[in-house]
């Protein structure tokens, strides 16, 4: 069973920047990272290849966030620019057993308990 830690989440402001973290419990493959909105379904935000060359964003954060990751610490990180209030949502890292990153939440095996992201005008 592989554990995933999130953290970073927190209240701001329009406009803001925050980096979120994801600690997993063993080696790191294809990583993700998603959102829920109340009322919504969870939904992709980034993913990236074990090798960190191939990256893939929803179009909504294209240019404001980047994933990133450093495997000799098994984690994964997301930086958020130009923070929107619909950007507000709890975010989840997801692990997948595959070098190849994916966008579809089915895709992936293990997920966190994730850390909300609350922006506000």
């Known amino acids: 069973q592989v554990q995933l830690v999130e953290s970073g989440g927190g209240p701001v402001q329009v406009g803001d920047s925050l980096k979120l973290s994801c600690t997993a419990s063993e080696r790191t493959y294809a990583m993700g990272w998603f959102r829920q909105a109340p009322g919504k379904e969870r939904e992709f935000v980034a993913s990236?290849?074990?090798?960190?060359?191939?990256?893939y964003y929803a179009d909504s954060v294209k240019g404001r966030f980047t994933i990133s990751r450093d495997n000799a610490k098994s984690a994964v990180y997301l930086q958020m620019n130009s923070l929107r209030p619909e950007d507000t949502a709890m975010y989840y890292c997801?692990?997948?057993?595959?070098?190849?990153?994916?966008?579809?939440?089915?895709?992936?095996?293990?997920w966190g308990q994730g850390t909300q992201v609350t922006v506000s005008s």
């Open positions: 997801a692990f997948r057993r595959s070098s190849y990153a994916y966008t579809e939440a089915s895709g992936y095996e293990y």
């Open positions: 990236i290849a074990w090798s960190g060359a191939t990256t």
